[in-house]
């Protein structure tokens, strides 16, 4: 709960104005060199910055006729509608994909992907564990297992040599996560899903636009899954979809999220031959991400350039590690921007200090997920009595004693993120983030 509450203000935090930008005197005036050799702001002294961050979402007159029609109309529900279509129509084009189904959320899309490829109680899904929790909630509703294999902690993604050793004959589905927008190294993934015969999803519930090899994040495997959350950067408050490029698997997907009837290609026997559930877009969601999406390129590309830049200057500083590429990443996308702190490199000052430290500099910066591999819900999950009849007490036993992740723990104890509504101001924004650190490192003795 203390994690929750700690991002939701963090997310808070980033959307609106940091708590620094209270202070009276401006920063901005000051010159560099001094910005940087000051008194800490966590000590009294003035702050980098206390200019406000890009809000976020961030939206346009225009789109507020489109929103009243739908209201006018009365047909508010995609039944009836057309922008629901619409959007899975331009979404699908945007991807390059041959088929989308608009869901009412990222964890909708995912128990609906998870679903139709097969996945039963009893089989067990390979999950990237250096993830937003949903990713492992949507395994536990199917009451499947959700097996961790470790995450690489340079690239913050699964690492794809620790994914065979977790396969047990109950093994259905691989279920990679392009995490923070950092594509996922899928070529061996998919090797591995091949030769096993396995299915697989890709959450890229924060990867929209992201490439690997220049194919889109989620057209790789066999269907792939976005989250159109407020927080998102195709945001319309909930949503979320599911992409493939076989028609009959997406309109499978489009049966079950639409309490089992029939849709194109599939036509099951009867108007009841099939399990279902309401997983449907409204037509206002539609109308809110077909505007969003035209802004989504340019957001994207600014994002990309400032995280570049934003390397750049960390990387000079000690014990500062930015995240690194998969090698076959071609484009990644920053939900997040992340690096590792290594407190070795600043006199052993904890993370949580060099947090707060950047935080009174007027950066809002997150610790991002903690080792959750380990956290109640798993156990409470599998101390159950459905766990208990569906899986035997010697898999449950090896379970935990395989559940160890030493390089997924390494990285829960050095990450720092910002959000991705930071990388929407300019280079001298980056300037700030950069000399803010620096400043800490320069400081970093009277921390202790
Ligand atoms: C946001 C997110 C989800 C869930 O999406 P919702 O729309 O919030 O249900 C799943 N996985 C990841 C990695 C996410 O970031």
Known sequence: MKQLLSRRRFLAAGAAVSAAALSPVPAAGLPRSGRRAGKLALLGGQPVRTKKWSPWPIWDRSA????LAVLRSGVWFRGQG?????FEKRYAELLGAKKCLATSSGTAALITALHVLGVEAGDEVIVSPYTFIATYNVVLMLKALPVFADTDQETFTINPQKIEERITERTRALLPVHILGLPVEMDPVMEIARKHRLLVVEDACQAWLAEYKNKKCGLIGDLGCFSFQNSKHLPAGEGGAVVGN????????HSFHNCGRAFGSFQPAGPNAVRGVNFRMQEFQAVILMSQMQR????TRQREDNARYLSSRLQQIPGIIPYKLNPGATRAIFHLYPF????ELFDGVPRAKFLSALEAEGIPCSSGYASQHRDGLIQEALNSESYKRLFSAERLKRYWEENVLPETDQLCSEAVWFTQNMLLGSRRDMDDIADAVQKIYENRDKLI
Do not use: F, G, T, W
């Not at 590792?340 to 407190?343: A, D, F, G, T, W």
């Open 64 to 67: 507020e006729p489109d929103i």
């Open 82 to 86: 057309v922008r629901v279509p619409e």
């Open 246 to 253: 076989d028609s009959l698997v997406v309109d499978r997907c």
């Open 296 to 299: 989504l390129e340019n957001d």
């Open 340 to 343: 590792r702190y290594k407190k």
